[in-house]
């Protein structure tokens, strides 16, 4: 519900996506880390 200038955006959309960069950029640190179900 942006009003002029900002924007809308699903914070857990965005999170979740952050979390699978990392997963995909770490994946001996992190392979444990399911986050399919976000």
Do not use: E, K, W
């Not at 955006?9 to 976000?38: E, G, H, K, N, W």
Request: with cysteine; proline share 3%.
């Amino acid at each position: 519900m942006g009003s002029g200038n900002q924007a809308s955006f699903d914070i857990y959309a965005s999170a979740r996506a952050v979390l699978l960069a990392f997963v995909d950029a770490y994946p001996a640190q992190l392979a444990s880390c399911d986050v399919t179900d976000c």
